[in-house]
């Protein structure tokens, strides 16, 4: 069974970074979605587990970065730049796939989430 474990969250102003974590029981492609109350669960960014390969939605590229450690199982969500629009709980998702996906659907695993609230 898979196991997903998030943390970093937490309650920063406009303009400040967090960096938020996703240990995982093995290694896997994983996705980060978020989610704001009221709204749709969407796509933030990816990285395959194979090449490390990485993706990412439009609004958040140039601000968020994706990585990974390989030898502790673990990917790594460092935004900058944050806005109140990047208020939401954020998700790690996995699949045992090579390559990544923008889709939900895509992923079998997910964490518990890690609630993200920037302030204005």
């Known amino acids: 069974q898979v196991q997903l474990v998030e943390s970093g969250g937490g309650l920063v102003q406009a303009g400040g970074s967090l960096r938020l974590s996703c240990a995982a029981s093995g290694s896997y492609s994983i996705g980060w979605f978020r989610q704001a109350p009221g709204k749709e669960r969407e796509f933030v960014a990816a990285i395959s587990r194979s090449l490390g390969s990485t993706d990412y939605a439009d609004s958040v590229k140039g601000r968020f970065t994706i990585s990974r450690d390989n030898a502790k199982n673990t990917v790594y969500l460092q935004m900058n730049s944050l806005k109140p629009e990047d208020t939401a709980a954020y998700y790690c998702?996995?699949?045992?796939?090579?390559?990544?996906?923008?889709?939900?659907?895509?992923?079998?695993?997910w964490g518990q989430g890690t609630q993200v609230t920037v302030s204005s």
């Open positions: 998702a996995a699949r045992e796939s090579a390559g990544s996906s923008r889709r939900s659907s895509g992923y079998g695993d």
